[in-house]
């Protein structure tokens, strides 16, 4: 059974920082990994997708990469500003069409 | 449309009482699924539509759950005799993937169902 890890649950950092969010998931068998971004009350913005050929995917001050062997995916988001507060979310998508979430982690950017 | 739409966004019952929550996926979106989200927890899968065949409902959690999706576009996920656990927030997701596992999925803002 696919378990999703996100490693810290939540992180404060000053505005400015570059920072690292991790994902762990137990299963390489995966089609996809995607990275959302959840603001409070809000539905889930897609921020990045990596198909399981790719090692990275980049988006402005976001970079994602993956690493299936490890079962690993890391979303590094530079120079941090009090906007990026937030919570990601990284989920795996395997054969079987669903999304398999982590819980999260929840950062805020201080001023 | 130009986003996934739901409705409502908010939504209070008494205990015992049912609710349906509705979905308007992307325009022309053939896979639709259906999240639940408890607070503070990632979102969690209930069931999967590609058009209108309803191919995997193993994430509802009781026979009080049902989902439909009738000509293939808006979705509706029926919760009959709420009780208290169903507090949570429903989330719609589509894709243009027909592929099961392939596709970018795009969510909604969800609903949000409190039960007193």
């Known amino acids: 059974k696919q378990e999703v890890t996100q490693i810290p649950a939540a992180l404060s950092v000053p505005e400015g920082e570059n920072l690292v969010l991790n994902c762990s998931f137990t299963?390489?068998?995966?089609?996809?990994l995607q990275w959302f971004r959840q603001d409070p009350g809000k539905g889930l913005t897609s921020l990045l997708l990596i198909q399981s050929s790719q090692r990275e995917q980049t988006s402005g001050r976001l970079n994602a990469s993956l690493d299936k062997s490890s079962g690993r995916s890391t979303l590094y988001i530079a120079a941090s500003q009090p906007g990026d507060s937030a919570t990601y979310l990284c989920a795996v998508n395997s054969n079987t069409g669903k999304l398999i979430f982590g819980q999260g982690t929840t950062l805020q950017v201080k001023p | 449309g130009a986003g996934v739409s739901q409705s409502p966004r908010y939504k209070v019952a008494k205990r015992g009482q049912d609710v349906a929550l509705r979905c308007d996926p992307i325009s022309g979106h053939v896979s639709l699924f259906w999240y639940q989200q408890a607070l503070g927890q990632g979102p969690e899968f209930l069931t999967y539509f590609q058009n209108e065949a309803q191919l995997d409902k193993s994430g509802l959690p009781s026979d009080r759950f049902f989902a439909e999706r009738p000509e293939g576009s808006v979705s509706t996920l029926k919760i009959q005799r709420t009780q208290q656990e169903d507090s949570a927030v429903y989330l719609c997701?589509?894709?243009?993937?027909?592929?099961?596992?392939?596709?970018?999925?795009?969510f909604g803002e969800g609903s949000r169902l409190t039960v007193l």
């Open positions: 299963d390489s068998a995966i089609y996809n």
């Open positions: 997701a589509s894709s243009s993937s027909a592929r099961p596992g392939t596709g970018e999925l795009f």
